[in-house]
């Protein structure tokens, strides 16, 4: 039985590519000047390019994780590969001014119960009792399905 989609979210492929590149550039870098310039001590050299190593893992898992679409439905928001992301009865609530703690271009859902903890660089993340989605991805995109979501929240019945 398939759900209807109320709202979808996807990276915008500027932002995608320019945050990949930029993260692969600074691994280079940092690789490059471990191996032609190295420090006066191995620790540091060791440093340079642990964190270099890191950079490059970070681009690719972006690169992935931006490959997914986020759909929200009445159940809850699903990312393309399956996994559930949020059921809208476990939200308390959504985050999305200017001074909240969020995403870039997103918002930060409370949640009632503590979830897993998940991290897909530049769409979501969810941490204890909080979700945040965005990075990567376009403002209006992010805007609508934050309201849809209270939309939601304020249709559904009241817990006693």
Known sequence: MSQE????????????????????????LLIYIAVAVPPATVLWQGFLLLLGGLSLWLAEATRRATELTLTLTEEGIVDSTGETV???????????????????????????TRGEGRWRPGLWWRAGKRVGIGGVTPGPQGKMMAQMIEALIAGRPVDD
Request: glycine letters at 12%.
């Open 86 to 112: 949020a059921e809208i009865a476990q939200i308390d609530g959504v985050s999305r001014g200017t001074f909240a703690f969020k995403p870039s271009n997103g918002f930060v859902l409370s949640l009632k």
């Open 5 to 28: 989609v109320l709202a979808e979210l996807r990276a915008s492929a500027p932002r995608r590519w320019i945050g990949v590149a930029i993260m692969a550039t600074l691994g280079g």
